[in-house]
């Protein structure tokens, strides 16, 4: 289930109202009214100077604004305020002080500040931690129709934070959120409806939420559709489908999406089968510490697959995959070092991983293991050991392109 925005970053700054067809404030009108006293004015001129509209943008003037029309009762000034004192903005730092102004400004009803007093009760800033006042906060924000509250309420319903834990409240509330556009919580009742929590299991309502956040840039949701589209759960079986979502994914940093679309440009499936773009996305992605990723990297650069084949690039990246506890990768790491391709021979330190990796499953490491590690095996042939080391970066090679993605 993915977090949602309960401890996170504030909302931006509230604009102040503007009469219909009114797109730029007036800067002399506004600041002649705000020296007068008008609080609405005021809160304007505020809005002007954090955001540059008709005057150099100036934070600390913008701040000094805000809180002349906080001080009078303003509640979107309130707001404003304290979102520039938990931001550092225009004033010092000073989560307290902007606990202080939130609240003024949710007990006059803004939805915005009590769903940022939620947000701070729950991580503590500013406040003790108290989840329970978080709670109430949120309530009081969702039941107004705020879709972030609605979205962090389902998450609390979900994991017990500061109320009992209850999914099918929790779904309930996601779908209140969702059904405005809010897309983590569309991504997370996609995630009630693949599992059957809080809700019957249904692949097909999964798939059309999970689309609705996908289409928003959501790259966790484009990940799981690329998922079901290659699984054909919950929608009809398309391999370019899923290619297309996972490169979605994968072009925002998503390294499974990365590791999954190296994937398919290596084995040809749902994309022209193309080794150096596999090479490239399982880079992107072994960089990010995915160890799968990590693996098949190295395996392109022991077989010169889109890449030069290069023993000490291949030794490297499966050095990373066999610290991830990867048993491919140790029993090729095994035969790198018997062999003393890519890194320096060490005879016990092969026996070692080959070991390590067929105590994993891996029955090709634990034959390994018997031809050049047994009692009375020391002098086996160069010729031996290199068609042995050849014939497994083969199989290898084989056995990923029989795998789904």
């Known amino acids: 289930m993915k977090k949602l925005v309960v401890a996170a970053a504030m909302l931006a700054l509230l604009a102040p109202w503007t009469s219909a067809g009114q797109d730029v404030l007036d800067f002399a009108a506004v600041h002649k009214a705000a020296e007068q006293g008008d609080a609405g004015a005021q809160h304007a001129l505020g809005f002007m100077y954090a955001s540059g509209q008709g005057v150099p943008k100036d934070e600390a003037k913008a701040a000094q604004w805000f809180q002349k029309a906080a001080e009078q009762g303003q509640a979107e000034a309130q707001y404003n305020l304290g979102v520039m004192c938990a ?9 307290a002080r902007a606990v202080q102004w939130f609240l003024k400004a949710a007990e006059q009803g803004d939805t915005r500040a009590q769903y940022n007093l939620g947000v701070m009760y ?3 800033q500013g406040v003790p931690r108290d989840e329970a006042r978080a709670v109430q906060w949120v309530l009081r924000a ?3 129709g705020d879709a972030r509250a609605q979205g962090a309420l389902g998450f609390m319903h979900a994991s017990g934070q500061g109320v009992p834990k209850d999914e099918a409240k929790a779904a309930q509330w996601y779908q209140k959120a969702a059904e405005q556009g809010q897309v983590e919580a ?3 009742l996609g995630m009630m409806y693949d599992f059957g929590r809080g809700v019957p299991q249904d692949y097909a309502e999964a798939a059309k939420w999970w689309k609705k956040a996908a289409e928003q840039g959501d790259a966790a949701a484009q990940f799981n559709l690329g998922r079901i589209y290659l699984e054909g759960r919950g929608v009809p079986r398309d391999d370019a489908e899923a290619a297309q979502w996972w490169k979605k994914a994968a072009e925002q940093g998503d390294a499974r999406a990365q590791a999954r679309l190296g994937n398919m440009y290596g084995i ?5 089968q193309d080794y150096l773009e596999a090479a490239t996305w399982y880079q992107k992605a072994a960089e990010q510490g995915h ?9 392109m650069y022991a077989a010169g697959l889109g890449v030069p084949q290069e023993y000490s690039e291949a030794a490297k990246w499966h050095q990373k995959a066999v610290a991830q506890g990867d048993a491919r990768a140790q029993g090729l790491m095994g035969l790198l070092y018997i062999g003393g391709r890519g890194v320096s021979s060490d005879r016990q330190k092969g026996c070692d991983l080959l070991r390590a990796s067929a105590e994993q499953g891996n029955k090709e490491a634990g034959s390994s293991h018997q031809v050049f590690c ?7 042939s160069h010729d031996e050991l290199e068609k042995r080391l050849d014939d497994e970066i083969a199989r290898l090679v084989e056995a990923q392109k029989s795998q789904e993605p």
Do not use: C, M, W
């Open 87 to 95: 931001a550092g903005q225009g004033v010092p730092r000073d989560e």
């Open 122 to 124: 729950a991580s503590g």
């Open 142 to 144: 969702a039941e107004q």
């Open 186 to 188: 569309q991504y997370n």
């Open 268 to 272: 040809g499936q749902g994309v022209q």
């Open 291 to 299: 160890g799968g990723a990590r693996f098949n990297l190295g395996l």
């Open 374 to 380: 047994a009692a009375g095996k020391a002098d086996i």
